[in-house]
Nanobody, 119 residues
Framework: QVQLVESGGGLVQAGGSLRLSCTAS????????LGWFRQAPGKEREFVIA????????YIADSVKGRFTISGDNAKNTVNLQMNSLKPEDTAVYYC????????????WGQGTQVTVSS
């Protein structure tokens, strides 16, 4: 069992920046890494970005490449998502999740945090 606690999020104007954090506890060793997914109103949840626990591997969705970065702090079991040059289409609930080797979620999710980008 893994527990994930997210922080950050909020309202920002287009072109602005936000930072999300996710702290994991429990059986984190059973997963490959930690990532972020998002779900906009009326849309399916989609993958955004993830990092392996080692920090050596990252996977980034094309829609956020060049704007979003992910970093990890193994000592704190925390992963940070830095979101720059935000667009209105980035508006969604962002969920932290543990991921498998193929970057898909392996079933542990955070509670979600709202990110709203105004135009």
């Amino acid at each position: 069992q893994v527990q994930l606690v997210e922080s950050g999020g909020g309202l920002v104007q287009a072109g602005g920046s936000l930072r999300l954090s996710c702290t994991a506890s429990g059986r984190t060793f059973s997963s490959y890494g930690l990532g972020w997914f998002r779900q906009a109103p009326g849309k399916e949840r989609e993958f955004v970005i993830a990092i392996s626990w080692s920090g050596y591997s990252r996977y980034i969705a094309d829609s956020v490449k060049g704007r979003f970065t992910i970093s990890g702090d193994n000592a704190k079991n925390t992963v940070n998502l830095q979101m720059n040059s935000l667009k209105p289409e980035d508006t969604a609930v962002y969920y932290c999740a543990t991921v498998k080797l193929n970057w898909a979620s392996d079933g542990s999710w955070g509670q979600g945090t709202q990110v709203t980008v105004s135009s």
